[in-house]
Nanobody, 121 residues
Framework: VQLVESGGGLVQAGGSLRLSCAAS????????MGWFRRAPGKEREFVAA????????YDTDSVKGRFTISRDKAKNTVYLQMNSLKPEDTAVYYC???????????????WGQGTQVTVSS
């Protein structure tokens, strides 16, 4: 199984980025997908997840209303559209695949290598 993230980079505050996570080696439609992030010196934290059905859940406090998770079953890819970025969004972003669209990172089975997002003020 491979999860490969892309789309990270350096952006100014208020800007946008779209992260992609291409999945292979698994039956994509059987998995929920999640996005997590880890900022320097902080614990890994939940960002968003999408169920097999396509319904979504977000970390309300930090990203809801600015980030949107989606999935393309034909491309075996999950996306994270990030708008109105803030310096505090700076982190390495990871995608994950698991049985449930949970905010608990330990409940995911597979992880990507991460992509760096840096938001300058």
């Amino acid at each position: 199984v491979q999860l490969v993230e892309s789309g990270g980079g350096l952006v100014q505050a208020g800007g946008s980025l779209r992260l992609s996570c291409a999945a292979s080696g698994l039956t994509f439609t059987r998995y929920a997908m999640g996005w997590f992030r880890r900022a320097p010196g902080k614990e890994r934290e939940f960002v968003a997840a999408i169920r097999r059905s396509g319904s979504t859940t977000y970390d309300t406090d930090s990203v809801k209303g600015r980030f949107t998770i989606s999935r393309d079953k034909a491309k075996n890819t999950v996306y994270l559209q990030m708008n109105s970025l803030k310096p505090e969004d700076t982190a390495v972003y990871y995608c994950a695949a698991g049985t449930y669209a949970t905010s608990v990172w330990a409940q995911y089975d597979y992880w990507g290598q991460g992509t760096q997002v840096t938001v300058s003020s």
